[in-house]
């Protein structure tokens, strides 16, 4: 449904280029599957009123990695180098405009009975989406973050998101008023357990299953729930936030202080705590389907495929 349909012309190539190297990188396509998803519980045989809307919060979501690969200075994108590495900066951001412009012109596709609610829902969502952003970027400098702040932040960066993508498949297929305020609650949830999960993953997981090296956010003095969580049952705070910014500079340094500062996480509960949220937000996510006038079970498994390694 997707890579396939997706072109773009191919003069000036310096524009269009770098939105065709995004596309054929891959990924996990969880915002348009999600769409269509919801859509499914109420239709059949989707058409491009429902494809090229799907299609467009992955576009959506793409433009965002494009930028906030500048911002964050990340070299790396799914294995391979980020926009800004591979061309430069500046084509990063023109490109990544135009990126967010295709995904207007396909979003507006949407069949004209629901064609202003999907456009209003796409619009506030793209604004929440970027106030995470800067909330993510101030944080970066503060070291008083508080685990509420970071669920606020990570709820308008990542959950919004499946949140709009959800209720967007409720609106294409014409769904009751109440389920797509529903299928709405339960995007969000789930964006939230997928965001701890995909933190607990990047200290905990297997790295030929979770995509990436794992312990990234450790390396890079990231702030993740995890490291909220020891700081708050920490009796001291500091010195672990000092072991948690300590500089590196070979492997073997980097290698150490990923041990370390999960030692630290092990000896205070951090891991079996984050999978208790996990698994909190993940139950919120499924009680927001009750009472939906259609079968629930294809959302139950996207839940399960999305954050059940994690739980």
């Known amino acids: 449904m997707f890579d396939n349909d997706i072109k773009f012309p191919a003069e000036p190539a310096g524009l269009y280029d770098p939105l065709r190297y995004m596309i054929s990188i891959g990924g996990k396509r969880l915002r348009p599957k999600l769409c269509l998803t919801a859509w499914g519980l109420y239709s059949s045989n989707p058409g491009p009123e429902i494809t090229e809307p799907a299609a467009a919060l992955e576009l959506f979501h ?17 294995g391979v180098p980020t926009v800004w590495k591979k061309w430069s900066e500046d084509t990063a951001i023109l490109s990544g405009d135009v990126m967010l412009i295709e995904a207007y012109k396909r979003i507006v596709k949407a069949p004209e009975r629901c064609r202003a609610k999907v456009l209003d829902l796409f619009t506030e969502t793209a604004a929440q989406v970027c106030e995470g952003q800067q909330h993510d970027m101030d944080f970066e400098s503060r070291d008083d973050v508080s685990i509420a702040e970071y669920g606020m932040m990570i709820g308008l960066k990542t959950a919004v998101l499946l949140a709009c993508s959800a209720k967007i498949g409720g609106l294409l297929a014409n769904a009751p008023e109440y389920d797509c305020e529903a299928l709405y609650r339960y995007g969000y949830e789930l964006g939230m357990a997928f965001q701890i999960a995909d933190d607990y993953l990047d200290a905990y997981g297997d790295e030929k299953v979770f995509g990436k090296p794992i312990g990234g956010d450790i390396l890079n003095c990231k702030k993740s729930w995890l490291t909220l969580r020891a700081v708050e049952k920490s009796d001291d705070p500091a010195a672990f936030m000092q072991l948690f910014q300590k500089a590196w500079s070979t492997p073997e340094e980097g290698k150490a202080k990923i041990e370390a500062v999960r030692g630290v996480y092990d000896a205070l509960g951090v891991p079996a705590d984050a999978r208790a949220e996990i698994a909190r937000y993940s139950e919120r996510a499924l009680e927001a389907l009750e009472g939906l006038h259609a079968d629930t079970t294809p959302l139950k498994d996207f839940a399960e495929r999305l954050v059940g390694r994690a739980k």
Do not use: E, V, Y
Request: charged fraction near 35%.
């Open 62 to 78: 793409t433009f965002t990695l494009m930028h906030d690969d500048i911002m964050d200075r990340s070299p790396l994108r799914r």
